[in-house]
């Protein structure tokens, strides 16, 4: 076919971007993955482990050994794809440069028939909407490196912390920034209701059960594929500190309900779930000395509630 040079430019970007998807797709998987292989450390030096918890545990450390390899191939390849990016733009800017000056000379001492000439070769490479778009593509292009790049040093920040950071905080602020995060994903079609009730502080690492409150909304949102009421609650009930997230999706049949806390355990398709999120999120409140609990009616939606132990005023 004919040779463009718009077209040439369009197709290798989207080809990175194509590549830029794939490589953030496995990185969420990587992070999850990861947050396993140190609870599994953990759990292990605590020592009180039981049998089936070992073959969890060995199945989560292989997922993590895997996903830390998987990460550190990553970073390497998201570095150049930045800085190739870089490259790119300042040849598009040097071209476009190049360009201004071929018109001005053009409108300046051109015959009739060279600006003629011109304008067809300009029409038939398509280049003025290359030139347009080519600057959207790379901007988008370069927030998606970003992203990438961001989430690779969080692991690494995981990597150093290892969730062993623990202070006093206060749930209602956990839930109120991880839901920022959530809703710009689902905003639409999700109602949401807070219903908060004042509830003693606890203690833990905020960044963790911010996770753990995340992977609960995400989980709500996506039982409800798109359209549904989510009701996030917060009590101080039995000196347990209370947090629940509710959806109207279509529920959890009772013979899964265990089963959906097990590692790997799915019923979404590959790139919407990797069966993780109920496995880590009550591992991280079990060691905060919490617990997490589903209550749900087939066809009337779920409930999932967090359990923390308050911490006393004067701690
Ligand atoms: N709010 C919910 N409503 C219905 N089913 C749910 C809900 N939350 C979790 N599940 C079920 O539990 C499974 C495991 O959840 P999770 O561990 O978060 O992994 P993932 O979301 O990657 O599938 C889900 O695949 C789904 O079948
Ligand atoms: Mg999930």
Redesign the pocket.
Known sequence: GEWTLGCFFTRLVQEELNWLEFCAERLVGAVERYVLVQQVRQQGKENKINQGQLITMEKMAAIGLLASGVAHEISNPAGYVRSNLGVLEGYLEDFRNAMERIEKLLGEKGTAELVGEWEKIKKDADIDAAIEDLGEIAAETKEGIERIITIASNLRTFARNGGKERKRFQVQKCIESSLTMVMYKYKSGIELVQDYRPVPDVLGNPAEVGQVLM?LM???A??MNGSGIMTIRTRFEDDWVKASIS?T????PPE?QEK??EPL????EPG????????ISREIIERHGGKLTVD?TPGRG?T?TIWLPPLAEEE
């Open positions: 992977n995400v989980n709500a996506q039982a959806d999706g279509p529920g959890i899964l959906i806390f355990f799915t019923t979404k919407q779930g990797t069966g993780l999120g109920l496995a749900s779920a999932f």
